[in-house]
Antibody, heavy 126, light 107 residues
Framework: EVYLVESGGGLVQPGESLRLSCTASGFAFSSYAMTWVRQAPGMGLAWVSGISVSRISLSGGDTHYADSVKGRFTISRDNSKNTVYLQMSSLRAEDAAVYYC??????????????WGQGTTVTVSS | SYDLTQPPSVSVSPGQTASITCSGDKLGDEYAYWYQQKSGQSPVLVIYEDTKRPSGIPERFSGSNSGNTATLTISGTQPMDEADYYCQAWDRNTGVVFGGGTKLTVL
């Protein structure tokens, strides 16, 4: 069975950093693009970042970001650990949300998201 | 930026057909995807590439996409279908885009 388990959420102050992790099991992680989607309290889904599959590097892949996080967030993956990361810096109050990790249905980051984790909560407050 | 517009809410009686629309400029030129999110749960893919159902999704869920509008149709709606539904598409400038979501009430 396919599992995605996020971790790393917590309470931080504005301007601080946080790294989220998403560990996958039950599928060939290195063959699929991965993405992060967030959901602020009472709000809808918002795409954050995606990373495709690299055919050269074990940990590479094209990366893509929403304008709202570009320059502050960095997505990466370690295929040897079946894990995708989201490094978040210069956090703002508006970044507070549940962050979901999702598996793409293909090696491309802009395909369907066919499996989602349970989410990890990020709170940004002074 | 690219926007997808959904009605905030749709109501349907049990056993009837529910239709949820998603509008965006030339949306029919791209694939549309639909996700179901029940209260307190993670989203679940219910329609991909406009019309396809993932394994395990009931046949009563169907989709279409043409022109500027994609539509999710639930035939013979059941109380268990009550949830928030989000459409999603891809824009080459914006990236992945989600609609604002539609709350489906079965009453």
């Amino acid at each position: 069975e396919v599992y995605l388990v996020e971790s790393g959420g917590g309470l931080v102050q504005p301007g601080e950093s946080l790294r989220l992790s998403c560990t996958a099991s039950g599928f060939a992680f290195s063959s699929y693009a991965m993405t992060w989607v967030r959901q602020a309290p009472g709000m809808g889904l918002a795409w954050v970042s995606g990373i495709s599959v690299s055919r050269i590097s074990l940990s590479g892949g094209d990366t893509h970001y929403a304008d709202s996080v570009k320059g502050r967030f960095t997505i990466s993956r370690d295929n040897s650990k079946n894990t995708v990361y989201l490094q978040m810096s210069s956090l703002r109050a508006e970044d507070a949300a549940v962050y979901y990790c999702a598996k793409s249905s293909s090696s491309s980051w802009n395909a369907a998201f066919d499996m989602w984790g349970q989410g990890t909560t990020v709170t940004v407050s002074s | 930026s690219y926007d997808l517009t959904q009605p905030p809410s749709v109501s349907v009686s049990p056993g009837q057909t529910a239709s949820i629309t998603c509008s965006g400029d030339k949306l029919g030129d791209e694939y549309a995807y639909w996700y179901q999110q029940k209260s307190g749960q993670s989203p679940v893919l219910v329609i991909y590439e406009d019309t396809k159902r993932p394994s395990g999704i009931p046949e009563r869920f169907s989709g279409s996409n043409s022109g500027n509008t994609a539509t999710l149709t639930i035939s013979g709606t059941q109380p268990m279908d009550e949830a928030d539904y989000y459409c999603q598409a891809w824009d080459r400038n914006t990236g992945v885009v989600f609609g604002g979501g539609t709350k489906l009430t079965v009453l």
